[in-house]
């Protein structure tokens, strides 16, 4: 399968990295790469990239927090995430599944988000994302089809 690179929206990145900085979220947006049916490594590891992105701008991470991050990423880049999608897998195939919940300190109200909402959310941008790479695409083949980006 060949990578087809397509530059993306800085307006789209721009709104993603702030959606992301909610902490349900940024959980809802994890879970939801975890429950792809045809799980793509890159995804996962881009993700992950994009959370700790949104949630500790400017370097704010922790010194010991960005070795963490730099060891589990090259793991997820060897293994090319297969043992996390085996885990899920194997959940599945049990009638469970891995979620991402918030810690309790930061819950609101202590009530657990709806990831269904999120989820809901997510597939939208997500859609909102596919439709714009498939317009840079057909206006690269000189169609008739242009995007215009969602107000904010």
Not at 30 to 49: F, V
Not at 67 to 85: F, P, V
Not at 127 to 132: C, N
Request: proline residues 6%.
């Amino acid at each position: 399968m060949t990578d087809l690179k397509v530059p993306t929206s800085d307006r789209y990145r721009d709104f993603q990295i702030e959606c992301l900085k909610n902490p349900e979220h940024a959980a809802a947006y994890i879970e939801a790469i975890l429950e792809e049916e045809d799980p793509e490594p890159q995804l996962l590891r881009n993700a992950l990239r994009k959370v700790i992105e949104a949630r500790f701008p400017s370097k704010l991470l922790s010194e010991n927090d960005e070795l963490l991050h730099q060891r589990l990423d090259a793991m997820l880049t060897k293994s090319g995430c297969a043992e996390i999608y085996a885990l899920v897998e194997f959940l599945d195939a049990v009638d469970l599944k891995l979620t991402i919940p918030l810690k309790a300190n930061r819950m609101k109200n202590n009530r657990v988000p709806t990831s269904d909402r999120w989820r809901d959310a997510l597939i939208e941008s997500l859609k909102d994302q596919i439709f714009h790479k498939i317009s840079i695409i057909n206006l690269s083949s000189s169609s008739s089809y242009f995007y215009v980006p969602p107000s904010s």
